[in-house]
């Protein structure tokens, strides 16, 4: 039987917020006393703090991240008739947003890097699509110059789903300021994490920032007329104060992220049987997941659970074969790309307060298991 081993979790939100329960504290505190629950100042700053420091005009805090999509899609006036392509390997919102405003979810398939691949896009374009959204899976920009110039030659909308890689770096540009809006989720595992479910739009449009300020808040364009329908997606005063807090150490956190990935990197290049993710100079991924891929995913991950480490699979099972995307007609084996990479692919735990012991176990673990 493998010996015991302090257990070494996927995430560990505790070791996270010990250090900044006072300050969290604190902020909830202030407002408490202020009352000013919705809508209140500290909404407004941690948009002004978010768009600074995404290189964008304007922020619109949101409930989550799968609003964020959804309200940036109905702001751009996208809907029925209309097709929008993403990427068949992400998160079901990137899917479920355009299926939401009812527009229909094209699919199309992604390189290694697990991002949408521009030539796949092309070939899905069709005279109905109206937009891209392309994902910064992982925390690792997209291809952002193929798809701006693809979206330029077909008059395409781009909305990026940046729902995994706040401040990740395309061309020394951040993520969400590529396209008409960027959509951000800052869910308590994402690498900007509020205490609940949170989110965030960027834009450089004053226009569509207005226009999500209203839809955002029941379309109330005053107190007393309503513009259009709409639901109540705001984003609370006191996850944005957690938010404020956390803000000041993002900067910390994610160069935490990129050395423990370095790290990995260095210790698991080159065993046989696995491949490790690869940095380009040109893109500051932000490790929101540390993804290697085996051909002996399954067996790698129940081995490394019996000796106390946690992983994950970020995702099983591709878009297309969701029960919920049956009637879209798409069969096993239609994004090959994306379908091998959901046998394979597996998150190991990269958060920044992972000690450098417990990498280098896991590390040693999964050396171990290859080369039995
Ligand atoms: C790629 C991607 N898009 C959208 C979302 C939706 O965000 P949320 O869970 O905040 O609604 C998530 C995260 O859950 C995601 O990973």
Redesign the pocket.
């Known amino acids: 039987m493998p010996q015991a081993a302090a257990r070494i979790p996927y995430v560990d939100l505790a070791a996270q917020h010990r250090p900044l329960k006072a300050e969290l504290l604190a902020a909830a505190g202030r407002v408490i006393d202020s009352g000013q629950f919705i809508l209140g100042p500290e909404v407004a700053e941690f948009e002004t703090r978010f768009a600074a420091l995404h290189g964008v005009a304007h922020a619109v805090g949101v409930a989550?991240?799968?609003d964020a999509?959804v309200l940036a899609l109905r702001a751009l006036g996208v809907g029925p008739g209309d097709e929008v392509i993403t990427a068949a390997n992400?998160?079901v919102?990137?899917a479920s947003c355009i299926a939401l405003v009812g527009a229909a979810p094209v699919l199309a398939d992604v390189r290694a890097d697990y991002n949408l691949d521009p030539a796949a896009v092309e070939k899905a374009v069709t005279p109905r699509t109206r937009a891209i959204i392309p994902?910064h899976?992982t925390g690792r920009p997209c291809d952002m110059d193929a798809l701006m110039d693809l979206a330029r030659r077909k008059n395409l909308l781009v909305i990026e789903?940046a729902?995994?890689a706040v401040a990740a770096e395309y061309g020394g540009k951040k993520v969400g300021s590529f396209g008409a809006a960027g959509c951000f989720?800052l869910?308590p595992l994402k690498t900007l994490n509020a205490l609940g479910?949170a989110?965030v739009i960027t834009t450089g449009d004053a226009a569509l920032a207005a226009k999500l300020r209203v839809l955002r808040n029941l379309g109330l364009a005053t107190r007393e007329n309503c513009s259009s329908f709409s639901g109540n997606s705001r984003l609370d005063t006191l996850q944005a104060a957690m938010l404020l807090v956390k803000l000041g150490h993002l900067e910390a956190w994610t160069e935490g992220r990129r050395r423990n990935a370095a790290r990995y990197h260095g210790l698991l290049t080159g065993v046989p049987g696995l491949s490790v993710p690869s940095d380009s100079p040109r893109e500051r991924a932000v490790y929101h997941t540390y993804i290697v891929m085996s051909e002996r995913r399954d067996a790698l991950k129940a081995f490394l659970a019996e000796r106390g480490v946690d992983t994950a699979v970020h995702y099983p099972l591709p878009i297309h074969l969701q029960d919920a995307a049956a009637s879209l007609g798409w069969k096993k084996g239609a994004f090959p790309e994306a379908e091998r990479q959901a046998s394979r692919i597996l998150s190991l735990p990269v958060y920044p307060e992972l000690p450098v012991e417990s990498l280098a176990r896991v590390a040693a673990l999964i050396k171990e298991f290859h080369s039995a």
Request: hydrophobic share 35%; charged share 10%.
């Open positions: 989550n991240g799968t999509l992400s998160f919102a990137s994902v899976l789903d729902a995994q989720s869910h479910d989110g």
